[in-house]
Nanobody
Framework: QVTLVESGGGLVQPGGSLRLSCAGS????????IGWFRQAPGKQREGISC????????WYADSVKGRFSISREYAKNTVDLQMNRVKSEDTGVYYC???????????????????WGQGTQVTVSS
């Protein structure tokens, strides 16, 4: 049984930092792309970053490029998202997800991911 558990969310002031972690089990990490997504209130879920297993490449949405950084530890089956210089528009529920097929480089398409965590709330406010 595949499980993904996100942690590290909370309240942070604008300009501050937060580190999210996604711990996976029930699958072999070497074969799967993993992505981070977020869903703001009243908005659709959007992809913000991902890491590809085929070449260890990474992708970032323009809205977070230069501020967020994704990292992966295969031995621990974890994927972290370091969030720096956060803004109020970064508020939302953050999810990690796994692409079961992973036949190409990762991307932001929600439908490409099969297994999802329960999410962790991030609130950016002063």
């Amino acid at each position: 049984q595949v499980t993904l558990v996100e942690s590290g969310g909370g309240l942070v002031q604008p300009g501050g930092s937060l580190r999210l972690s996604c711990a996976g089990s029930g699958f072999t990490p070497d074969f799967h792309n993993i992505g981070w997504f977020r869903q703001a209130p009243g908005k659709q879920r959007e992809g913000i970053s991902c890491t590809s297993v085929r070449d260890n490449s990474t992708w970032y949405a323009d809205s977070v490029k230069g501020r967020f950084s994704i990292s992966r530890e295969y031995a621990k089956n974890t994927v972290d998202l370091q969030m720096n210089r956060v803004k109020s528009e970064d508020t939302g529920v953050y999810y990690c997800a796994v692409d079961r097929e992973s036949t190409s480089r990762c991307g932001p398409e929600v439908d490409a991911y099969d297994w999802w965590g329960q999410g962790t709330q991030v609130t950016v406010s002063s």
